[in-house]
């Protein structure tokens, strides 16, 4: 079983729909958790921490399950702007590990 | 901006040529990390450096070397490269490591193509 699995995607949305997004992570230990996001032909940045006990940054909502290791990320009102490849991230083994699942793509269509 | 640059952005070099990639970070921080990026394949880590000391060496090849003269700074070089060495090559910095709360901040990566 891979560390980090996602939905395979593509999720082709029309503009202002909510589109969720999961993430499983095999490892019991882990401790931190990020969503990242990958525009094309750029580099990953943070789009936000993810907190056991939920977190909203606006149109973004992360939740975590550690019972069974998943976490989510829903997109409200989606935007042009939104689309994306979104990376789900864990941090295992005390901080030594940076684990990266493959990512989902997301586009937003007008 | 994210504070992390990267030169070259694009590479093309032949199997028989020394070539070295560059990072340099802006932040303050004192981990630094070299990723490769395959097509539809997820992040690799290749290296990580903390306080300038390697501390991490996932199992690659010895064609890939890196060297962390300081903190701020970090190379690839690399040598005798194979074509399925052409990705995507992150670099990426966090303020300490390891640390699992700290957040990794990437450059905009080198586009690399062995020939």
């Known amino acids: 079983r891979k560390e980090v699995e996602q939905d395979p995607g593509p999720f082709n949305v029309p503009e202002g729909a909510t589109v969720a997004f999961n993430c499983t992570y095999s490892n019991s230990a882990s401790q931190s958790f990020f969503w990242y996001r990958q525009d094309c032909r750029k580099e990953p940045k943070l789009l936000m921490s993810v907190y056991s006990s939920g977190n909203e940054d606006g149109r973004f909502t992360a939740q975590l399950n550690r019972a069974s290791q998943y976490i989510s990320l829903l997109i409200r009102d989606s935007k042009l702007s939104d689309s994306a490849t979104y990376l789900c991230v864990v941090n295992d083994n005390y901080g030594q590990n940076f684990v990266f699942g493959p990512g989902t793509r997301l586009s937003v269509l007008p | 901006e994210t504070g992390v640059t990267q030169t070259p952005r694009h590479l093309v070099m032949g199997m028989t040529n020394k070539k070295s990639l560059k990072c340099e970070q802006h932040?303050?921080?004192?981990?630094m990390y070299w990723y490769k990026q395959s097509a539809k394949k997820p992040l690799e880590l290749m290296f990580v450096?903390?306080?300038?000391?390697?501390?991490e060496n996932n199992s690659v090849p010895s064609r890939f070397s890196p060297e962390c003269p300081n903190s701020s700074h970090l190379f690839l070089h690399l040598h005798t490269l194979q074509p399925e060495d052409s990705a995507l090559y992150l670099c990426?910095?966090?303020?300490?490591?390891?640390?699992?709360?700290?957040?990794?901040?990437f450059g905009p990566g080198t586009r690399l193509t062995v020939t």
């Open positions: 932040l303050g921080h004192n981990a």
């Open positions: 990426a910095s966090s303020l300490e490591w390891p640390n699992p709360d700290y957040e990794q901040y």
């Open positions: 450096y903390s306080l300038e000391e390697r501390v």
